[in-house]
Nanobody, 123 residues
Framework: QVQLVESGGGLVQAGGSLRLSCVASGLSGSSYHMAWFRQAPGKEREFVAAISWSGSRKYYAESVKGRFSISRYNAKAPLYLQMNSMKPEDTAVYYC????????????????WGQGTKVPVSS
């Protein structure tokens, strides 16, 4: 049984930083792309960042490029999202998701996701 558990969310002021973590279990093999998506109230889930199973390739949404950083030490290690220079528009529930295939920014390609962690950013 695949389980993804996010943590690290919480209230942050604009301009501040936060680091989200995701621990995965039950993923067979190591060839998974991992990603962070987010969903703001009343909006669709949107891509934030993704990382290849080896960690050698990283992808970012334009809206977070230069401010957010996705990382993991190896395919079995926790997944992180370092968020700096945060803005009120970053307010959302952030989801860790896993895709046993190639990279995609489409959330429907990711069959596994966690319960999400809330990140409110105050102005």
């Amino acid at each position: 049984q695949v389980q993804l558990v996010e943590s690290g969310g919480g209230l942050v002021q604009a301009g501040g930083s936060l680091r989200l973590s995701c621990v995965a279990s039950g993923l067979s093999g190591s060839s998974y792309h991992m990603a962070w998506f987010r969903q703001a109230p009343g909006k669709e889930r949107e891509f934030v960042a993704a990382i290849s199973w080896s960690g050698s390739r990283k992808y970012y949404a334009e809206s977070v490029k230069g401010r957010f950083s996705i990382s993991r030490y190896n395919a079995k290690a926790p997944l992180y999202l370092q968020m700096n220079s945060m803005k009120p528009e970053d307010t959302a529930v952030y989801y860790c998701e896993a895709n046993p295939g190639t990279y995609s920014s489409n959330p429907s390609w990711y069959p596994y996701w966690g319960q999400g962690t809330k990140v409110p950013v105050s102005s």
